[in-house]
């Protein structure tokens, strides 16, 4: 049973930063390619970015590119979304999801096998 916990989210202001963490536990995680998706109220759930099981290989939404970076650090099976320059349209929850297949990255949520419960990032303006 694969199982993703995600934390680090919380209230900040605008112009300012956080980082997002997911710890995942179960057999094979670090062979799976790891993303991130959010859903804003009233809104689809979109995706954000996702990374190789290796890190080596990434992926971000046009909207993110040059502000948030993903990493991963496969001993700690953990995978990050930095966030920096947040304003009020980030305001969200963020989900971390597996992707078990990996390859190529994908931007599709159906791509994905597990997720996790979603933590909460709200910027207030």
């Known amino acids: 049973q694969v199982q993703l916990i995600e934390s680090g989210g919380g209230l900040v202001q605008a112009g300012g930063s956080l980082r997002l963490s997911c710890a995942a536990s179960?057999?094979?995680?670090?062979?799976?390619?790891m993303g991130w998706f959010r859903q804003a109220p009233g809104r689809d759930r979109e995706f954000v970015s996702e990374?190789?099981?290796?890190?080596?290989?990434?992926l971000y939404a046009d909207s993110v590119k040059g502000r948030f970076t993903i990493s991963r650090d496969n001993e700690k099976h953990t995978v990050f979304l930095q966030m920096n320059s947040l304003n009020p349209e980030h305001t969200a929850v963020y989900y971390c999801?597996?992707?078990?297949?990996?390859?190529?990255?994908?931007?599709?949520?159906?791509?994905?096998?597990?997720w996790g419960q979603g933590t909460q990032v709200t910027v207030s303006s």
């Open positions: 179960g057999r094979g995680v670090s062979g799976f390619a």
């Open positions: 999801a597996a992707d078990t297949i990996g390859w190529p990255l994908s931007t599709i949520a159906a791509d994905y096998d597990y």
């Open positions: 990374v190789s099981w290796s890190g080596q290989n990434t």
